[in-house]
C-alpha cells in the first residue's frame, strides 16, 4: 500500500494521500456490508469490492459473521487471480 501511495504522489502531490484514504473508505464499506462485494470465480467464496478512483479492488472473504479476512488489495493490470495461492 505504501508502495503504491509514494508511486501516486510521485506522480501529484497529495495522491498517494488520496489513495490511502479510498483503501480505508473500502474496508469500512467491507467491514459494514461484506456481502455487497461481488463475487470472484473460484473454489473459495471471495469477494471483491473496487475503488471508485483508482484501479485497485479489495478481495476478501468472509469468516464468520462480522469477520472478513483481506486476501489482497489488486491492481486491474496485474494478472488475474495473481493473488490466489495467498488465501490457502
Do not use: I, Q, S, T
Request: charged letters at 30%; zero cysteines.
Amino acid at each position: 500500500m505504501v508502495e503504491a501511495a509514494d508511486h501516486y504522489d510521485l506522480e501529484v502531490p497529495g495522491l498517494g494521500d488520496d489513495f490511502l484514504a479510498e483503501y480505508d473508505r473500502v474496508l469500512a464499506r467491507v467491514a459494514a456490508a461484506p456481502e455487497e462485494g461481488a463475487p470472484v470465480p473460484g473454489a473459495r467464496p471471495r469477494r471483491r469490492m473496487l475503488f471508485e478512483r483508482f484501479p485497485y479492488a479489495v478481495v476478501y472473504r468472509e469468516l464468520a459473521p462480522g469477520r472478513v479476512r483481506v486476501v489482497a488489495v489488486a491492481h486491474h493490470r496485474r494478472r488475474p487471480g495473481y493473488w490466489a495461492a495467498r488465501d490457502r
